[in-house]
């Protein structure tokens, strides 16, 4: 009896430090993920290439050549150095046109006014063969004194609630329309697509905005005009602000519901 006593009692120690020992390795594991998600991930530099095939680009359009970054929350996500191999990778990609989607800065970090013109010093040096547009993010309004100096010492263009002609080979040329922040701006559909009122409804259109699930309201308060595109270029997701191996993303910011992941929207 006394040898069954003892034994239930070792069982009942062992119960209280198998717990511990599950909590350590949780614990353990929860420390690794957020390292990895922090100081890992947003890390890596791949470049991905689509073809965009349409029948209503001329032949003297192909090769035209457009890159894309979006979302440096410098200072968070992105310091000095690692703009530096960004633009180094942009410009190796020898770009007709470059876009930037926004979200330059992060509404948690303070910046002076050296780290800002250090900012702006790498990106005036991406180099494209016609120009370069962008559009402001959402945490760009949360800072827009370094947004306001970005735009007073960029040597990109603002396409903020307008447009642009591109010429590439062609007298037809395609239409770049950048729209305001969908969450913290002032989107003007009428203003951005005052294009129209030349009837050159017929040219290839390219929208440049910062939260993708705008594209779904382009016509909720217009009445006689419709808006539209043929290619959309957006950035606000991050791919999913939670994503998990082979699940893909499982927690999307808002404004990004609907278009979150690596994925063409075209409407020919």
Request: proline share 3%; glycine share 4%; hydrophobic share 35%.
């Amino acid at each position: 009896m006394k040898k069954e006593k003892n034994e239930k009692n070792e069982k009942k120690e062992v119960k209280p430090f198998m717990l511990f020992k599950i909590i350590i390795i949780l614990v353990v594991f929860l420390i690794i993920c957020l390292a990895y998600a922090r100081y890992i991930s947003t890390k890596g530099l791949i470049i991905k290439e689509y073809p965009i095939k349409t029948n209503l680009l001329s032949e003297e359009y192909d090769g035209f050549k457009i890159v894309q970054f979006s979302d440096l929350h410098y200072g968070t996500t992105n310091n000095i150095d690692d703009v530096k191999k960004i633009v180094k990778r942009i410009n190796e990609q020898n770009p007709d046109v470059v876009v930037f989607t926004g979200d330059l800065f992060d509404d948690s970090i303070e910046l002076n006014e050296d780290n800002i013109n250090q900012l702006i010093e790498e990106l005036n040096k991406i180099e494209a063969k016609i120009n370069k547009y962008a559009v402001p993010g959402n945490h760009d309004y949360d800072k827009k004194d370094y947004w306001n100096i970005f735009k007073e010492k960029t040597n990109f263009t603002l396409l903020t609630n307008t447009f642009d002609y591109v010429y590439y080979n062609s007298n037809t040329p395609i239409v770049f329309i950048g729209l305001d922040d969908y969450l913290m701006g002032d989107p003007v559909y009428k203003e951005a697509y005052q294009f129209l009122n030349d009837n050159t409804k017929d040219y290839y259109k390219i929208l440049i905005l910062h939260e993708p699930d705008q594209i779904d309201h382009l016509n909720d308060f217009t009445e006689n005009t419709e808006y539209d595109f043929n290619l959309a270029i957006a950035g606000h997701s991050h791919l999913g602000q939670v994503r998990l191996p082979f699940i893909g993303a499982t927690i999307t910011p808002q404004g990004a519901k609907n278009y979150y992941d690596e994925q063409l929207c075209i409407r020919r």
